[in-house]
């Protein structure tokens, strides 16, 4: 029976994957477009890529779409110009990053500086565009998405000469530290010693975890299953706690990750030290949930595949504790509240309960080592 099942589930992953690349909507239907709506602008067909909008029957200027790798995946973003190469306004139109944010860059008017910029701008950051603390990642990205269509217009309407942005390694100190944590984790299992292991712990805790909001997740893997690999240039960090962590499952079979770096694993054990609860679960509603970790990875991985969206299928809550922007009216802000005390209340109770039920990493992880 068991045999039967994993050949299901496996059938099961394909054809959503196939589904979600046959039959996914990647366009987008920019009539719906929030600037082109208020100022009753009419989209007319696209020359070479660029679209002539027109008001009351005279053109008023042009659009175009452009697109970068963000965080989460790609993202797409479009750019208006008035008829003397300044940019009326952009919008963003696709996007997988975390939704809490794309929030953040609306409510900061981080989409205001570039009105009135001109098509053939720089668009880099802190020299040109200011970016949003705390969504400095998509803040990049959507800069150049919108230096792609800025260009675009640029060259094909107006024939502009644009200045030639070079890639450039985006190095700080986090990527030194992670560098750091992963060296801790690894010695620490070599040597076997728990000590260092709480201790690396801790700074996961830290700076992976509050600091960097850099945990990994099911969706990471997600992201890779799908080829939406952030660059390198600006995301290294993320290359190296990813790569590490399935190099080492792959060539030594330690799962490197939840046992040393792991900020739900320290959050976790911090909690269950505080209260002193630890209930035991029943063996026989133990046995019976055994497959719980294993349908839950593969729940997350068919939404993922059928939506093209990695980060829809995320419900680990550590950004959720920390970064979540709180609408205390809003039903998504009650059902991220709702999880996230349920998190911590099964920390409280028992000692890595959500690691053994609850988050769908570590199995996953299990599964490929």
């Excluded at 997988?96 to 701008?121: G, H, I």
């Excluded at 349908?295 to 680990?316: G, K, M, R, T, V």
Aim: aromatic fraction near 14%; charge should be positive.
């Amino acid at each position: 029976m068991k045999k039967y099942i994993n050949w299901i589930a496996w059938i099961s992953l394909g054809m959503a994957f196939c589904y979600g690349i046959i039959f996914t909507d990647h366009s987008h239907e920019l009539e719906h477009l929030k600037i082109l709506q208020s100022e009753d602008l009419q989209l007319k067909e696209a020359e070479e890529g660029v679209y002539p909008l027109y008001k009351n029957e005279k053109l008023y200027g042009y659009l175009a779409t452009g697109s970068s790798q963000g965080y989460g995946g790609p993202l797409q973003v479009a750019v208006i110009s008035d008829t003397c190469g300044l940019i009326i306004g952009t919008e963003l139109i696709k996007s997988f990053e975390t939704p809490s944010f794309v929030a953040k860059l609306s409510n900061k008017k981080y989409y205001k500086q570039y009105e009135e910029k001109s098509l053939n701008d720089g668009f880099q950051l802190k020299k040109d565009v200011e970016a949003v603390s705390g969504a400095t990642v998509s803040s990049l990205a959507i800069a150049n998405a919108a230096r792609d269509a800025s260009y675009q217009i640029a060259h094909k309407v107006f024939q502009l000469e644009t200045p030639r942005i070079e890639k450039s390694w985006r190095l700080t100190p986090k990527e030194g530290i992670v560098a750091l944590i992963i060296i801790i984790a690894f010695l620490a299992i070599y040597f076997k010693s728990k000590k260092l292991i709480y201790f690396n712990l801790f700074l996961g805790l830290v700076f992976i975890g509050f600091l960097f909001n850099a945990s990994l997740s099911l969706t990471h893997f997600g992201r890779i299953l799908l080829g939406y690999f952030p660059d390198i240039h600006t995301h290294l960090s993320w290359w190296l706690l990813v790569a590490a962590t399935l190099s080492i499952i792959i060539i030594w079979g330690k799962n490197v990750y939840c046992t040393a770096i792991c900020p739900f694993r320290a959050s976790q054990m911090l909690l269950h030290q505080i209260s002193g609860i630890n209930i035991k679960m029943d063996p026989s509603l133990a046995k019976a949930l055994a497959f719980t970790p294993n349908f839950l990875i593969w729940l997350s991985l068919i939404l993922i595949f059928i939506s093209q969206n990695p980060s829809l299928s995320s419900y680990e809550p550590f950004a959720m504790m920390i970064l979540f922007k709180r609408r205390r009216h809003s039903v998504v802000y009650f059902a991220y509240s709702t999880h996230r005390g349920l998190v911590l209340f099964e920390f409280l109770l028992s000692i890595l309960l959500s690691c053994r039920w609850h988050f769908k990493l570590g199995n996953c992880q299990e599964k490929s080592s």
